[in-house]
C-alpha cells in the first residue's frame, strides 16, 4: 500500500530553517505530482507548495512564496521542503500528498495519499 512518511519536524526559533523530508513507497513515485500542506489549529488545512511528477513546475501560496522550495528526487522517491526564515504564523503540523497526475496544470487539488504529519513549531 501506498505510504508517506514525513519527518524533520520540530521546534525553531523565529527566522531559523528547517527541512522537511517525505518518503514515498508503495507507488511508482515518478507518475505522481507532490504537494507540502499544513493545519494550524482551528484553521483549515493549506497548500503550501506543490511539485509536478518530473520536477518541472511549482506552486506555492503567497504566504510562503520566496521563503519556502519544494524539490523531488524521483530515484530516492522522496520530496522535499526547505523552509527559511521561519516565522511563529508558520506553526502547524505538516502533511505531504500524492496525486496521480503526470502534468504540470493541476496541481492545487486532488491530492488523494496522505502522509501522518510532522510538528513544526516556530517560537518568537
Known amino acids: 500500500q501506498v505510504q508517506l512518511v514525513e519527518s524533520g519536524g520540530g521546534l525553531v526559533q523565529a527566522g531559523g530553517s528547517l527541512r522537511l523530508s517525505c518518503a514515498a513507497s508503495?507507488?511508482?513515485?515518478?507518475?505522481?505530482?507532490m504537494g507540502w500542506f499544513r493545519q494550524a489549529p482551528g484553521k483549515e488545512r493549506e497548500l503550501l507548495a506543490a511539485?509536478?511528477?518530473?520536477?518541472?513546475?511549482?506552486r506555492y501560496a503567497d504566504s510562503v512564496k520566496g521563503r519556502f522550495t519544494i524539490s523531488r528526487d524521483n530515484a530516492k522517491a522522496t520530496v522535499h521542503l526547505q523552509m527559511n526564515s521561519l516565522k511563529p504564523e508558520d506553526t502547524a503540523v505538516y502533511y505531504c500528498?500524492?496525486?496521480?497526475?503526470?502534468?504540470?496544470?493541476?496541481?492545487?487539488?486532488?491530492?488523494?495519499?496522505w502522509g501522518q504529519g510532522t510538528q513544526v513549531t516556530v517560537s518568537s
Open positions: 511539485i509536478s511528477w518530473g520536477g518541472s513546475t511549482t
Open positions: 500528498a500524492a496525486k496521480s497526475y503526470r502534468g504540470t496544470v493541476s496541481l492545487g487539488s486532488g491530492y488523494g495519499y
Open positions: 508503495g507507488l511508482t513515485f515518478s507518475s505522481y505530482a
